[in-house]
């Protein structure tokens, strides 16, 4: 029996009303908590993801070099980070792909969501969110990424029943 034709999944621009149920997303914007700082000469965008380490985890930093995906592309698998959040800031000034579904029950095709982030747009994954590895666009690109550290299984990878193809923006 062969595999089931991929459903298209669409692209959609990151905002953060649109996120929201997935997690933060990380910029500069008036809509977040801003303030002069160092004299006059820094603009603090304070607080913007709220980063949980979970039981007994502490908080780490990373580097994450992605290599580029292609258009089309496509989604056979998701993972959650059940104990914890983890956050992706883009550092190579490149656009990448945001693949998420719902916290809970293992998704379906039908509950992805797909996002476009623009190069100065990081994004905090909630506590068991499910997402799609990193999906870098255009070139090798650079993430720094805040995530946990600690005792416990923090990773969860499903292969979805039905496949999603993102065929472009």
Do not use: K
């Amino acid at each position: 029996m062969s595999a089931p034709t991929p459903l298209p999944l669409t692209v959609r621009s990151l905002t953060r009303e649109a996120f929201a149920p997935y997690g933060e997303v990380i910029e500069a914007s008036d809509a977040v908590q801003h303030f002069t700082i160092n004299a006059g000469n820094t603009e603090r965008y304070h607080d913007l993801a709220r980063i949980e380490p979970g039981p007994d985890g502490r908080v780490i930093v990373s580097l994450f070099r992605g290599q580029p995906r292609a258009l089309p592309f496509t989604v056979t698998m998701m993972e959650r980070h059940p104990l914890a959040s983890q956050a992706f800031i883009p550092m190579s000034g490149r656009p990448y792909l945001v693949v998420v579904a719902p916290a809970g029950a293992v998704p379906r095709v039908e509950d992805l969501r797909v996002f476009l982030a623009r190069a100065d747009q990081g994004v905090n994954y909630a506590t068991g969110v499910w997402h799609h590895p990193l999906l870098a666009l255009e070139g090798v690109s650079d993430f720094l990424v805040v995530d946990r550290s600690g005792p416990g299984h923090n990773c969860d990878e499903v292969q979805l029943e039905t496949a999603g193809l993102i065929a472009g923006m």
